[in-house]
């Protein structure tokens, strides 16, 4: 059972536009959520977190806003830039170990 | 230097053999991960360790055993490699955190790239 879920296995974007990845779960006691960016040949980097206690958090050009009852939250870049073309990665989480990972969505940005 | 690293990045190796992929942190964080990524699956837990002493089994621990030598060492061994453990292996290392931000947040090494033929 895929408790994180990321229906978009790829998105193409052209630069300077918003870039929407989503992410939906299906464990209601997730309380906390990250995003994570991963380039070919290297480890996943943390990108942005929120908790369950938020449903928005921003961080320069990254925002994530998270809707509880939809058990849903997405990943906003604005404005979107070539840089930004990696894979993203959603993870869930409750308690204070176990990261739940998504299957991840490939994000290209056109110049 | 990184803060996490991997050995080997890369590995060949045949069906039957032992192998081992280790890690090293310089973060000082207690908690320790690894993971596989197959194309198309994303991340999965096989291992993780709240401290040399507390080593606890993921989601696909069959195959597969650990040892936590440090805390800054975490080490994982397949000891007989079959071919569908042919993946990307990560290695993570975590602070203990409060609810906030950077909650649980995990840093990555670089990887490993493990083939079994």
């Known amino acids: 059972d895929q408790q994180v879920k990321q229906n978009s296995p790829s998105l193409s974007v052209q630069e300077g536009r918003i870039s929407i990845l989503n992410c939906d779960y299906t464990?209601?006691?997730?309380?906390?959520f990250l995003w994570y960016k991963k380039y070919p040949a290297e480890g996943p980097t943390f990108l942005i977190s929120?908790?369950?206690?938020?449903d928005k958090n921003e961080d320069g050009r990254f925002t994530v806003f998270l809707n509880k009852s939809a058990k849903h939250l997405s990943l906003h870049i604005v404005p979107s830039q070539p840089g930004d073309s990696a894979v993203y990665f959603c993870?869930?989480?409750?308690?204070?170990?176990?990261?739940?990972f998504g299957k991840g969505t490939k994000l290209s940005v056109i110049p | 230097d990184a803060d996490v690293t991997q050995t080997p990045r890369n590995r060949i190796t045949k069906t039957g053999k032992r192998i081992m992929l280790e890690c090293s942190q310089t973060?000082?964080?207690?908690?320790m991960y690894w993971y596989r990524q197959d194309p198309g699956l994303g991340l999965r837990l096989i291992y993780y360790?709240?401290?040399?002493?507390?080593?606890n089994k993921g989601e696909i621990s069959d195959g597969y055993s650990v040892s936590r030598q440090a805390q800054a060492k975490f080490s994982l061994s397949l000891e007989s490699a079959i071919p569908n453990q042919t993946a990307l292996y990560f290695c993570?290392?975590?602070?203990?955190?409060?609810?906030?931000?950077?909650?649980?947040?995990?840093?990555f090494g670089p990887g490993t790239r493990l083939t079994v033929l």
């Open positions: 993870a869930s989480g409750a308690g204070s170990y176990q990261l739940t």
């Open positions: 929120i908790s369950s206690i938020k």
């Open positions: 973060k000082g964080h207690d908690r």
């Open positions: 360790s709240f401290d040399v002493k507390d080593i």
């Open positions: 464990n209601s006691m997730f309380d906390y």
């Open positions: 993570a290392t975590s602070d203990v955190r409060g609810i906030g931000s950077s909650y649980n947040e995990q840093f």
